[in-house]
């Protein structure tokens, strides 16, 4: 099993930024692929940004490029996820997972951590 844990979620205001970060444990390998996904009230769940498993490869959705930043150190086990210049339809909840491909598409991924929370006022 992987358990992975995000944190850094809050609520700010529109043009501010936030530092997700998401610590895996467990039977963890740097090998999987990892992303960050979100979900809003009544809305499914979209992929954000994923990340190859030495993290030179990154991909993300055309709603949050320019404005995202995903990175990771598998010396700690830790994804991030730079969110900058933040909108009101940015506010989700928003996971981490792994998994064994390099997609945002969410039923690929194995692994997911409970969530955190990302609130943007206008």
């Known amino acids: 099993q992987v358990q992975l844990v995000e944190s850094g979620g809050g609520s700010v205001q529109a043009g501010g930024s936030l530092r997700l970060s998401c610590v895996a444990s467990?039977?963890?390998?740097?090998?999987?692929?990892m992303g960050w996904f979100r979900q809003a009230p009544g809305k499914e769940r979209e992929g954000v940004a994923t990340?190859?498993?030495?993290?030179?490869?990154?991909y993300y959705a055309d709603s949050v490029k320019g404005r995202f930043t995903i990175s990771r150190d598998n010396a700690k086990n830790t994804v991030y996820l730079q969110m900058n210049s933040l909108k009101p339809e940015d506010t989700a909840m928003y996971y981490c997972?792994?998994?064994?491909?390099?997609?945002?598409?969410?039923?690929?991924?194995?692994?997911w951590g409970q969530g955190t929370q990302v609130t943007v006022s206008s």
């Open positions: 990340i190859t498993t030495g993290g030179g490869g990154t």
């Open positions: 997972a792994a998994g064994r491909v390099y997609t945002l598409r969410a039923q690929e991924y194995d692994y």
């Open positions: 467990g039977y963890y390998s740097s090998s999987r692929y």
